[in-house]
């Protein structure tokens, strides 16, 4: 069964943003001057978006319905967590890439509700 476009979509989003916080993260904690360098935050950053793009993974594989809802819950923690830590850090590119990655995540809690709905029928 092939994924429907808004899953992908939601996949798409969810990873972008993972990336564009580990990236950005590192890049803050290895240069010198950003004010962040070397802080263990800005390290957790990097490494909590590591774990959001394992996660998003693990959500696209994911087939149970209660599996997917922690899964979801999990993940929108994470958005959350990674995003405020971000902001604490002055790293504001990163809360930015936690709110698209927001978007995909309900793009792709939508798109299940809609599956099962259809399983009902």
Do not use: C, D, E, K
């Amino acid at each position: 069964m092939s994924q429907s476009q808004p899953s992908r979509l939601g996949s798409l989003l969810l990873l972008l943003a993972a990336v564009i916080g580990f990236a950005v993260a590192l890049y803050a904690w290895l240069t010198p001057l950003t004010g962040v360098t070397g802080t263990i935050g800005a390290l957790g950053v990097a490494i909590a978006s590591a774990v959001l793009a394992l996660l998003t993974f693990i959500l696209r594989g994911a087939s149970r319905r209660g599996a997917r809802t922690s899964l979801i819950v999990i993940i929108f923690l994470m958005l959350f967590a990674i995003g405020f830590a971000a902001a604490l850090l002055h790293q504001y590119i990163i809360t930015a890439a936690m709110v698209v990655g927001l978007i995909g995540l309900i793009t792709l809690s939508r798109n299940s509700v809609r599956h099962n709905h259809r399983i009902r029928a």
